[in-house]
């Protein structure tokens, strides 16, 4: 049985760790590249090791962009009175590509999951109650996933952040259960919005 070249097996288990990218994937990938023109292969690699130095975390919301604040946080005709929390960055090119929130967004970084050691110091819940001293926000919306983690990291914020004076609620549960927001369509995720309701 042949067995592949020591750097591209290399490359096959680099391309593994990607996510979405299974053993199968990762092979056909690696094979195509080795077998691509040398300058294209240069460019791929120029472009990810761009991206990688140019892209960063927004200081305000944790959003992914180039500038410091982001185009949501410096954007003036978005509602400045309504954040939209939710667990990723990717979550943001989701719920804004739905087409109905106008409003400011921040980035949790992640859910509360004891059993993996994730407590309320390893998310930005400090950064979020900072920003409740400095804006003008008047209401929170959580669009965090409907799983047992994303529930209970609900439940905690909305106790957290019932004292702060500002109105806290969800997106309703039109959303599939145990899914993250990025396989949600443009429809399901605007009626989520539309159909929020208090926590507390």
């Known amino acids: 049985m042949a067995t592949l070249p020591e750097p591209i097996t290399s490359l096959v288990a680099a391309l593994s760790k990607l996510p979405g990218i299974g053993p199968r994937s990762a092979e056909r990938i690696a094979l195509h590249l080795v077998q691509t023109e040398s300058g294209s292969v240069k460019e791929l690699a120029r472009t990810l090791i761009e991206a990688r130095e140019k892209v960063v975390q927004c200081s305000i919301c944790g959003a992914l962009t180039e ?64 920003r409740l001293t400095k804006e003008p926000i008047q209401e929170i919306i ?24 500002v109105k806290i609620t969800r997106i309703a549960h039109g959303l ?6 990025e396989f949600a369509d443009e429809l399901t995720l ?9 926590l507390s």
Request: proline share 6%; charged share 25%.
């Open 67 to 130: 500038q410091q604040p982001c185009t949501i946080c410096s954007d003036s005709r978005r509602d400045s009175s309504l954040i939209c929390l939710v667990e990723r960055p990717v979550d943001i090119i989701s719920i804004d590509k739905s087409g109905t929130y106008r409003g400011k967004f921040h980035v949790l970084g992640g859910k509360l999951s004891p059993l993996n050691g994730i407590g309320p110091e390893d998310l930005r819940i400090a950064q979020l109650e900072e």
């Open 142 to 165: 959580v669009a965090l996933p409907s799983d047992v983690e994303g529930d209970a990291t609900s439940f905690y914020l909305a106790k957290q952040l019932s004292t702060k004076g």
């Open 190 to 198: 605007s009626r989520a919005i539309e159909g929020r309701r208090a």
């Open 176 to 181: 599939p259960v145990g899914s993250g927001l």
